[in-house]
């Protein structure tokens, strides 16, 4: 049982190039999230996701797209990255959607835009 | 909206002493209230959570946590701290009921705690 699983760990990009980053969990879990953690500003939701098929925008979305194909798995796209989107991303996951439900969180994925 | 408040950015403490990490926030509706914990390198995992009943909350690795409605508080307590604690702490929230669901969930801006041999 993995968990959450975030590909890559790490990646460098250059202002304008695209990338998209890849969560997977093992947990069968019906809610996705992808988070970014920057200095001092703990962490923001970008997306989520409810179940296979939808999508949902939360804190900070722009710059950002999204898709959730399969249930076990949650894509982040950056279409033309900016410095602003360096950050550690972290994506989540949880049973369902209550508010007392635990979230599980992937190992982060840091990302620098020169 | 909810916010939370960590009071201190960096708490450094020695090996087998006494901590105290400090979380507020502010609500216009009962809330739920989590402790995450981030070791170096790694993602978030659980530490506690306070949903209802006694508003003392035990959690992992000998932590317990407080609710005080009155004061709109949830600090995090260990009695004797380990090496192995070096670790940086989230304080979040999320609103109750039909205003709630797991996708408000609102951070603190986290709490880096050092404990020196």
């Known amino acids: 049982n993995a968990g959450v699983t975030q590909t890559p760990k790490f990646r460098v990009l250059k202002t304008g190039q695209s990338m998209t980053l890849l969560c997977a969990q093992d947990?069968?879990?019906?809610?996705m999230y992808w988070y970014r953690q920057d200095p001092g500003m703990g962490l923001r939701l970008i997306h989520y996701?409810?179940?296979?098929?939808?999508?949902a925008k939360g804190e900070v979305p722009d710059g950002y797209n999204v898709s959730r194909l399969k249930k076990q798995n949650f894509l982040l796209g950056l279409e033309s990255a900016a410095p602003s989107q360096t950050s550690v991303y972290f994506c989540?996951?949880?049973?369902?959607?209550?508010?007392?439900?635990?979230?599980?969180f992937g190992p982060g994925t840091r990302l620098l835009v020169l | 909206a909810q916010s939370v408040t960590q009071l201190d950015s960096q708490v450094p403490v020695f090996e087998e002493a006494p901590v105290e990490l400090r979380c507020n926030y502010s609500?216009?509706?009962?809330?739920?209230l989590f402790w995450y914990v981030q070791y170096p390198n790694q993602g978030l995992q659980l530490l506690l959570k306070?949903?209802?009943?006694?508003?003392l909350v035990k959690g992992i690795n000998g932590f317990e946590a407080e609710f005080n409605k009155s004061q709109t508080s949830f600090h995090l307590r260990k009695p004797s701290v380990h090496i192995s604690d070096t670790a940086e702490y989230f304080c979040?929230?999320?609103?109750?009921?039909?205003?709630?669901?797991?996708?408000?969930?609102?951070f603190g801006k986290g709490t880096k705690l050092t404990v020196n041999p």
């Open positions: 979040a929230v999320t609103p109750r009921g039909t205003q709630g669901g797991s996708e408000k969930l609102v």
């Open positions: 989540a996951s949880s049973y369902t959607g209550m508010g007392p439900e635990t979230q599980y």
């Open positions: 947990m069968n879990h019906e809610y």
């Open positions: 609500s216009s509706v009962s809330v739920y």
């Open positions: 306070y949903l209802s009943g006694s508003t």
């Open positions: 996701s409810v179940g296979e098929g939808t999508t």
